[in-house]
Each structure stands twice: as structure tokens, then as C-alpha cells.
């Protein structure tokens, strides 16, 4: 069974830093495409970061500068490094993993990141 776990969200101040992880299992499959959404109270899930097998990123214009994301392919892992963060990225963040030969993509349960003085 397909399984992502993400950690590393919590509460943080204005120009703060945290760094979530997801690692996924249960898969014999080569890795396509890994990416983070996030959605707060009242909004619609939005794309935050994306990273292909090959190492192509995109970005939200929202984030673009102050987060990066990598991947262990090793581990099946990958990481958003959030710096500067600001209250309006206050959300539930969601991994989502796409295997080659695999015909949906997989999400994980979120991570709350709080951004508040």
C-alpha cells in the first residue's frame, strides 16, 4: 500500500524557517514527480513546489525565492526548505507523489505550518 508521511511543520514567527519532509513507500516504481500543495481555512489547495526524477523544479510565484525543494531519490524523500516565512503561508501542507506506470497520484495526510507573531 502506497503510503506518504510528511513532518516538520509547527509554529513559527514572521521570518522564520522550517524545513518539511515526505518520504513515500510502498511502491516498486520509479518516482515521476514529487510536489507540495497547501491549503488554508476557506481556501482552495494550492501548487506550492514541484521537483521531477531529472531535478527540474517549478515554483508558485508566491514562494518562488524563498522556498526550495530537493529530493533523496535514494530515499524516496523529498524536502520544502520554507524561509521567510510569512502569515499568509499559514496552511495544511500536503505531499503528492506520481510513479512511472502508475495511473493516479498519491497524497499524504499534511502537515500544519503556522506563521504567527
Known amino acids: 500500500q502506497v503510503q506518504l508521511v510528511e513532518s516538520g511543520g509547527g509554529l513559527v514567527q514572521p521570518g522564520g524557517s522550517l524545513r518539511l519532509s515526505c518520504a513515500a513507500s510502498g511502491s516498486i516504481f520509479?518516482?515521476?514527480t514529487m510536489g507540495w500543495y497547501r491549503?488554508?481555512?476557506g481556501k482552495q489547495?494550492?501548487?506550492?513546489?514541484a521537483i521531477t526524477s531529472g531535478g527540474s523544479t517549478n515554483y508558485a510565484d508566491s514562494v518562488e525565492g524563498r522556498f526550495t525543494i530537493s529530493r533523496d531519490n535514494a530515499k524516496n524523500t523529498v524536502y520544502l526548505q520554507m524561509n521567510s516565512?510569512?502569515?499568509?503561508?499559514?496552511a495544511v501542507y500536503l505531499?503528492?507523489?506520481?510513479?512511472?506506470?502508475?495511473?493516479?497520484?498519491?497524497?499524504?495526510?499534511?502537515?500544519?505550518?503556522?506563521?504567527?507573531?
Do not use: H, M
Not at 516565512?85 to 499559514?90: A, V
Not at 512511472?100 to 504567527?116: A, D, E, I, K, N
Open 30 to 32: 520509479r518516482i515521476k
Open 39 to 41: 491549503q488554508a481555512p
Open 85 to 90: 516565512l510569512q502569515p499568509e503561508d499559514t
Open 95 to 117: 505531499c503528492n507523489v506520481e510513479w512511472y506506470l502508475r495511473p493516479q497520484s498519491y497524497w499524504g495526510q499534511g502537515t500544519q505550518v503556522t506563521v504567527s507573531s
Open 45 to 49: 489547495r494550492e501548487f506550492v513546489a
